[in-house]
């Protein structure tokens, strides 16, 4: 990856309708393929490549840590802010007064330390932890994510925030729009199930239905992105993805704190697009070179569901490159056949000596069960696939019980109800008296 | 009320299977209605009178205050403390080293500052508050009682945690258990709607449906306790109900400290038995008495859905005892006809200056979704009639809108879909394409 003239980013800025963009340590944008740069703006493709664009900080030149506070200084100082994503504002492409802002607040959810699940799994007493992000405030790690792309939102002086989504994503705008007194906008297809919908409309936004597939409400939304009557509007996952994937970074800041500033040795991540995991590895790398935390090796693991495991394929075929499926999996919050980071995922688990696996749907939902029966957290569909995969996984010995695991769950089982409800239920019905009790053999 | 006897209670102690209670600060139980004491144990009743128990402290006690923290030392003791609960250890029935054992650590929920719906409801902006209780585990303010009757558990050498349930309480049971290492039996009416029996039983206990109805399921419970075949079991909401009941107190001292350790003007509380009004009002008496906050009068008021609305009846009709009603309510998990603590409710409310009110399932709706539009929080029917009354109350002049308000949101809209689905939809369907979303008015 080259770098070029990054120095000069540092002090460029754009106008905005609202005056000038100010996101904190972001000095601009670069392309992941070809390196080249841009200024901070709703751009999302290289021009010169078409590459994806990520956000680049004032922290990441040679030359800036002589004034960025780094190490012992840092912590302190993150350990000072508040219980939210934004006690890390000073690495994220926000401006330093963002939790003054009104927004949703999101992150510092826990690091369960899971002695039970880490019993039935052979895992050593201590070494296993679950990051419980169904504590956000719309119980996924969307959340974090679109609290970002909202103050990209602001800076850029949009008025409107959208997206296209089947699920966490619509609640999550939805919500984050309210509270911060935007306009939304979210499209989804129309023949969603009807709690979805519920969960998405009550926050009072617009919600389109959209007559096709979820492929063809991602058409309509890029289509509309360049139309005049898509001018002012923040689309979370496109026009404002580089700043919106900087979200998950923070899940990986967290971990590590929470582990007392240690690096965690295992770390089992979802793949959806596969954005997640590459900015859970972005986050350590940025830990370790601004010394919070000290440098030692470290595995990623992604997770997939086997009815849309294009990355989990790839992996074990040896491949640099995905091939593309069409999904068919009760893990629908991960169902993205394909995923636009999925070459990135593989060079990440490979680099670190991670892997990519892949469960049945059945080993989700035993999945789902072993957390909620172990530590009393009730995951969806995508920690189901999660967890199961590390199950697998510590079977195969490609995860060492003897070492600290992280199993990330981004979200929270209230969701995907029907995902589990076919084999959970009552354990016995009996008649109000002590005789019909002793009957059913409960005493 | 009389005191008799309590100084010798600081020293008493009672045997359990395990060995000495250590309950913390508790130094014995009080019946509310004789004042006649009892050794920590698995009681609710006065043997005396029949009245309900509560947990008596060691800082209860004139003397105490000169050996146990107040003020600044003691806020400063809490500031340090975890981010839970149990950073409030000193000021509740549990061992000090509570927060090493595995529980799900509940509390310190957001407050979150209003100012959206401050303005629709035409309250002064930075004086409106809600208190999320929705961020707990499993989504609702019962994490906070069940933790304590938890420790109960623990203490008295029980095994198995138990209670009778329609919704969140079973949820919260069924995880606490799991989380804990302790087996878990809870008892619903056997005809409970297929979702919430979906989040009761996936923590893996054993679930049990009783043929009847809710009074039938409660009429066995208290059955069991006194059978051998309860024997070792603790049901949170019987045997333990003296120390589940105190878990609400740390709603008090949370709002407290989130305001800078200060009181309330005006607090609106949702009522089902009772017993949570009861001792939030019982947890700011104790912030004051250990000089936490500065004395102030504050109003407290009571909210009810008009279709179980017993304890608004009796307060507009002046009465001190509340006449039992038969429910008929959106809001189920306020749905107690004949609500235990409603004298002590009455009293309160009269006595602080504030009231009590009920409002349609129409508006409990509608606050619902005005509560998810004005600030991005999606709360569950008893949250809904909790603000619903609150607006009432403002607009009918009870509460003053120039001073600070906290509104108590229990629980999570995620639970009673039902309640708003009918009227919370997608606003419009469009095929893919820019006439189709000009068509609908959409640009």
New interface residues.
Partial sequence: MRRKGLASMAVQTVASTTGTVDLGPASGLSCRECGEVFALGPIFACELCFGPLEVKYAYDLPSATATFPTGSALRKQIENGP?SIWRYAPLLPVPADVATK?N??PG?T?LVQA??LARELGVERGRLFVKDDS?N???SFKDRVVAQALEAARAFGFTTLSCSSTGNLA?AV??????A?FRS?VF?P?DLE??K???A????????????TYD??N??CS??IG?P?GEGWGFVNVNLRPYYGEGSKTLAYEICEQLGWQLPDQIVIPIASGSQLTKIDKGLQELIKLGLVEDKPYKIFGAQAEGCSPVSAAFKAGHDVVRPQKPDTIAKSLAIGNPADGPYVLDICRRTGGAVEDVTDEQIVDA??LL???????TETAGGTTLGVAKKLIEAGAIDPSLTTVVVNTG????T?DA??PT???????????DS??E?G??
């Fill in positions: 219980a009104p949703l607040n510092w826990k002695d039970n504590g405030p719309t119980h609640g939805g919500a984050a729009a309210a509270r007194g906008c989804i129309h009807q709690g919908i519920v969960m409309a009550v926050y009072g936004g617009e919600l389109v239905g959209i007559e096709g063809d409400v058409r309509f289509e509309l139309d009557a789902i069960k909620a029966r172990t530590e009393g957290i009730f929270d089982g209230l969701k109800l589990v409800a959970t239920g009552m354990t016995a019905v009996i008649s109000p008296n002590l009790f002793r059913a409960l005493a």
